[in-house]
């Protein structure tokens, strides 16, 4: 077991099932048939057309659902039987990346198998870009770092430390899993690699894509959604500090905004440029700098209020 001081192994703000703990004991306990069974509940707000899907106003609703708990209930109250039954795509519940990301690092660690949602940046959707992602982060015990769910293989890291990957000898390693990737999302985007074990070359964790930007090898511009099309550096923060607060113990909508979070037309001066540089250094290694890390993110700038705003219905709104 890893020697994290984080709480990866219990539930959290976002990640408690509640009074559905009882439905989630449903979900397969091995890792293949957990992401499967996600697969079968939840279907992606902008893929529908993949699932032949036309979604209501009232169905897209659900894309703010924050705590687990809720998206259990709302997945429950549209098909009561277990969750390793998949839903046919019209009864599927409307989510995104995050809630895909949520939804498995619950099931994990109800399994006691330590997990946790990161935030960042995917390069395999065939646009050129680094677009906007969530993947879920599990724990593999073991100096070989191998385990049955990933396939055994050890390549999927690339060997880089970079974006807490980093291998323990003899203890193991944190492996990025993409819980949202099905067969046919696979097809449509030619993935070739284990999305149990994504390379950290392909998706690139928040703080590691700020280093990138600073060192002048990761264009900002390319950073965000190519749909809008939108990025920038700008784009980056912000999914630092919603990656510092998953580290924290809670995992944002991935427009949820608050602090010192910067708005496009911002720019960068040097408080905010130490500010950015310092959380990326913390969170690309968040075990051994724990403490630092909770230290940081209790300043003014990055502490999570009472609310947050959500970008995407211009309002505040209570965690």
Do not use: K
């Not at 109250?77 to 498995?104: M, Q, S, Y």
């Not at 974006?163 to 030619?190: I, K, P």
């Amino acid at each position: 077991m890893t020697d994290t001081r984080f709480p990866h192994t219990r539930p959290g703000r976002m990640t408690s099932p509640g009074a559905y703990a009882g439905l989630l004991d449903t979900m397969p306990a091995d890792l293949p048939g957990a992401v499967r069974a996600g697969h079968g509940l939840l279907v992606h707000e902008h893929l529908t057309q993949v699932y032949g899907v036309t979604l209501t106003d009232a169905d897209r609703e659900t894309v703010h659902l924050r705590p687990v708990e809720q998206l259990l209930a709302r997945i429950a109250e549209r098909d009561d039987r277990p969750l390793d039954v998949p839903r046919p795509p019209e009864r599927r519940v409307a989510a995104n990346c995050r809630h895909f990301t949520v939804l498995l690092v619950t099931a994990l660690r109800t399994r006691g198998v330590p997990a946790r949602a990161r935030c960042g940046f995917g390069n395999y959707f065939g646009t050129g870009w680094h677009e906007d992602h969530w993947v879920a982060e599990r724990w593999v015990a073991g100096s070989s770092g191998s385990d049955a769910g990933s396939g055994g293989s050890d390549a999927g890291s690339g060997g880089s430390d970079a974006g807490s990957g980093r291998r323990d000898a003899g203890s193991g390693r944190w492996v990025l899993t993409d819980g949202q990737l099905d067969e046919r999302q696979r097809e449509l985007f030619g993935i070739e690699f284990d999305v149990l074990d994504v390379p950290r070359d392909r998706f690139v964790v928040a703080g590691d894509a700020w280093a990138r930007y600073r060192a002048g090898t990761l264009d900002p511009d390319r950073c965000g959604l190519s749909g809008v099309p939108e990025g920038g550096w700008w784009w980056i923060a912000g999914n630092l500090m919603r990656d510092a607060a998953a580290l924290c113990g809670t995992e944002l909508l991935p427009w949820d905004c608050w602090g010192a979070m910067p708005e496009p037309a911002d720019s960068l001066d040097d408080e905010r440029a130490a500010l950015f540089d310092e959380l990326a250094r913390l969170t690309l290694d968040p075990d051994t700098h724990a403490d630092e890390l909770r230290r940081l993110t209790a300043d003014a700038r990055l502490r999570l209020p009472p609310t947050v705003r959500n970008a995407l219905r211009h309002r505040p709104e209570p965690l």
